[in-house]
């Protein structure tokens, strides 16, 4: 069984910065692309930024220059490092990994339950 289990949101005044991270724990074979979606209140939820396993990344044009997206391949782990947040910002982040657990032959996506983040004015 696979799991992604993302942690450091949290509430911050406007121009604060947090880091989110995620892992990706169980029987894993292999992990292609990661990423980080968000989600507000009464919006769709929309890609922030995501980083291929050979650390290409894309960023959303609303985050480029603030949110900076990283990988640990080694403990299947993606970070997002989150500076100058505005109170846009708020939503709830969810991580992502398209992965292949073992014994399967083919890549499926995984979601993780998300983590609240809150930019006060």
């Known amino acids: 069984q696979v799991q992604l289990v993302e942690s450091g949101g949290g509430l911050v005044q406007a121009g604060g910065s947090l880091r989110l991270s995620c892992a990706a724990s169980?029987?894993?074979?292999?992990?292609?692309?990661m990423g980080w979606y968000r989600q507000a209140p009464g919006k769709q939820r929309e890609l922030v930024a995501s980083?291929?396993?050979?650390?290409?990344?894309y960023y959303a044009d609303s985050v480029k220059g603030r949110f900076t997206i990283s990988r640990d391949n080694a403990e299947n782990t993606v970070y997002l490092q989150m500076n100058s947040l505005k109170p846009e910002d708020t939503a709830v982040y969810y991580c992502?990994?398209?992965?292949?657990?073992?014994?399967?032959?083919?890549?499926?996506?995984?979601w993780g339950r998300g983590t609240q983040v809150t930019v006060l004015s």
């Open positions: 992502n990994a398209d992965l292949m657990y073992s014994g399967s032959y083919y890549y499926s996506d995984y």
């Open positions: 169980g029987s894993i074979s292999s992990i292609n692309a």
């Open positions: 980083i291929t396993g050979g650390g290409r990344t």
